[in-house]
């Protein structure tokens, strides 16, 4: 199918002679691994909505449902790899110096397509805007605990939530991630807005772009005189800014799209 997709032979070129790339991924590419997007049907929030968990008000009011979401989530995605689209990602990045990944997802997915390919994670240039699923840190403001390992609890009662370990502290532990109304953690988002303005070409992949300021990351490319590739089965806001739009499931199209000949 691939070959045989509109602008693939021309984006393909633009991508092998650029010498900056920024990579900006979001829910779509891991669909084929099996993970539910977001917005799409049986997505995530297929039954919930985004504003009843993924907030520091749902976690306050409802401590115990947030951390089911999130135990939800965790278990499933224990069943799930990276994709094609994934590791043709990461042999992209580890054979060039220049090119960064954006993502705004939270399953370690390309962390684990980059540890598969012996590369030391986390890597240097990529850039988890939101997180990740699998840190839990403590909620207490101003606590500042972290650790790589979540947990599955029995979310069913608040006493056995898990309490943040540092003596005197006992804060609620919550995932690593960022929600809605939380600023994104800063080094990630000043680095991927330096990478973007830099490169020659943004390749945005499986993004309905419609949550910001991760949205606005390919916009700085364009804004430095590069283009858009994007790479999705359904238009979305940055379609119209796209040199070329590829119609299609990354996991097909990405190893098509960027490995060499
Ligand atoms: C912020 C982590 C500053 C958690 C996520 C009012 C008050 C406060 C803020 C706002 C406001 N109004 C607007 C905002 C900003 C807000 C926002 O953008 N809201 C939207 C809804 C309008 N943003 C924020 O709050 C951000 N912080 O602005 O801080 C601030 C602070 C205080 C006050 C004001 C400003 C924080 C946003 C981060 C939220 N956290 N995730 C968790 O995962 O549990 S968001 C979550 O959804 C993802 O991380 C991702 O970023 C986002 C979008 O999802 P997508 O990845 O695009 O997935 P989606 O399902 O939508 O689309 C999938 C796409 O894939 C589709 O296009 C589909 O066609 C395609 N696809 C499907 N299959 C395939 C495919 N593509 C390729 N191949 C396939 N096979």
Known sequence: MPDLLPGLADARALLQAARRVVV??????????????????GGVWGRFRAEE??????????????WAWYDHRRLALAGCAPNPGHEAVARFLLGRPDVHLVTQNVDGLHQRALAALGASVPHPRVHELHGSIAR???AR???????????????????TLPRCPVPGCEGLLRPDVVWFGEMLPEAALTA??????????????????????????PLATLQGGGVLVEVNPEPTPLSRHARWGL???AGAILPALLDPA
């Open 136 to 138: 839990l840190r403590c």
């Open 53 to 66: 968990l993924a907030t520091p008000e749902a976690f306050r009011r409802d401590p115990c449902q947030v």
């Open 141 to 159: 403001p101003g606590c500042d605990w972290l650790a790589e390992d979540a947990r599955r609890v029995e979310a069913d009662r608040l006493e």
């Open 192 to 217: 991927s807005f330096e990478a973007a303005s830099r490169a020659d070409v943004a390749l945005v992949v499986g993004t309905s772009a419609l949550v910001h300021p991760a949205a606005s990351v």
């Open 247 to 249: 119609r299609g499931p």
């Open 24 to 41: 900006v991924t979001g829910a779509g590419i891991s669909a084929e691994s099996g993970v539910p997007t977001f917005r799409g049907e």
